[in-house]
């Protein structure tokens, strides 16, 4: 079997990437996600976890020996060289850890999709052949991810100011879902974009 298209789906915070993704999924299109790649190669016992614990020290972790992501957060959003020690760390386990949970297996459809909120931000979109943006307008975003998560409003703001804006996401797509719209419709594209996946990835045509 030829190896499936990678295809990245990407989107800013409370956008719907997992909700679309579940679409994906429930048509039986494997999907990975990024963000819970990122959470596993630093589980305790993990290289990376080791050596986060080495350089910042073990008030890091938490009294069960996991990483203490919100302390983490902290410290590296006050100092950019600890972030970007951070980054260069975790960036190449977590492209690794990726393309090995990527790999075809004996159900794949001929393409897979790669789901993350950085794709674009980081090198991981030189692993897709396609970009889909989950797209909706800041104001749906900001109200969605405020309910989802029970957030303060100027918290998610904050983290919609730090991710890519909005036209400039659009401007690298290949496809867009809108996801303004109700889930019925979002369904639809989902369908209708499914269909001309497989059969521009069909196998016949990528042997
Ligand atoms: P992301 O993964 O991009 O952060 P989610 O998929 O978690 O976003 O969606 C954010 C929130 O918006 C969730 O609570 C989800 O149930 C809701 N949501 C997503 N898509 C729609 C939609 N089309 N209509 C109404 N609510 C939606």
Redesign the pocket.
Known sequence: MSDPAIIGLT?G????????AGLFKSLGVHAVDADDVARDVVEPGTDALARIAGHFGEQLLSSDGTLNRAALRTLVFKDPAEREWLEALLHPVIRLELARQLKPHEYTLPYVLLVS?LLLETDQHTMVERVVV?DVPEAVQLA??M??DNNPRDQVERIIAAQMPRETRLERADDVID?S???DQ?RQQVEALHRRFLSRHSSLDRT
Request: charged content about 15%.
């Open positions: 989107g915070i409370g956008s719907g990437k997992s909700t679309v909120p989950v969605r991810a309910a989802r996801n719209l109700p889930l979002v």
